[in-house]
């Protein structure tokens, strides 16, 4: 199994600004996912973070607004840009071991004001 | 497209027997995938299926046909804590994980 800490749990934050979220694995993955859930809908994926090169994002995210960095096997990061009330959700990162189980932090609850 | 489709709410009694349903339409298969949520916190695994049958674990059982696209989840002697969302997710062809929208699951003493 994989424990993936993730942060902060939660934040409101000014229409305008941007925040990072941080998840941190105690584990080396190659790939790193980060999903948003907005209330009562399922889980989109926004990109999948490889350790060295750029990531690859999913139809309707675009990296100006979500970029991602992958410094190592076991850390990334999810900066949302620019931020607006629409950007209100909860951000999951995920990493997967083999092809038979996910594993995600715990996400950030994020409210844009 | 790719589509999955669950109930959005159900309700059970505690002590009793509910059946999650879950039917998908994806690009490729290569396993099944059932986690609880509950809320305000992450989802957590709990079962896979890539062949057809029932897979049992404890309270909880779940179940697959690939010929008709149909999973269900089957949990037994209901508890309060059991109360949460249940998610139903396929790996496609792709090996990208295509997430249901959930169903809730609401339990009464």
């Known amino acids: ?113 | 497209g790719q589509n999955i489709d669950q109930p959005t709410e159900m309700t059970a009694t505690e002590g009793a027997i509910v059946q999650i349903n879950c039917t998908y339409q994806t690009s490729g298969f290569n396993g099944l995938f059932w986690y609880q949520q509950h809320a305000g916190e992450a989802p957590t695994f709990l079962s896979y299926n890539v062949l057809d049958g029932l897979e049992e674990k404890g309270r909880f059982s779940s179940f697959l046909s690939r010929s008709k696209g149909y999973s269900y989840l089957l949990l037994k002697e209901l508890q309060m804590k059991d109360s949460a969302s249940y998610l139903c997710a396929v790996r496609d062809s792709n090996y990208q994980l295509i997430w249901g929208a959930g169903t809730k699951l609401i339990i009464k003493p």
Request: glycine share 6%.
């Open chain 1, 1 to 113: 199994s994989a424990v993936i800490s993730q942060k902060p749990s939660r934040d409101i934050c000014q229409r305008g600004t941007s925040l990072t979220i941080q998840c941190q694995v105690d584990s080396q993955v190659t790939m790193m996912f980060w999903y948003r859930q907005q209330p009562g809908q399922s889980l989109t994926l926004i990109a999948t973070a490889n350790q060295g090169s750029e990531a690859t994002y999913e139809s309707g995210f675009v990296i100006d607004k979500f970029p991602i960095s992958r410094p190592n096997l076991t850390f990334s990061t999810l900066t949302v840009s620019n931020m607006s009330p629409e950007d209100s959700s909860i951000y999951l990162c995920s990493v997967e071991q083999g092809a038979t189980e996910a594993f995600f932090g715990q996400g950030t609850r994020l409210t844009v004001v």
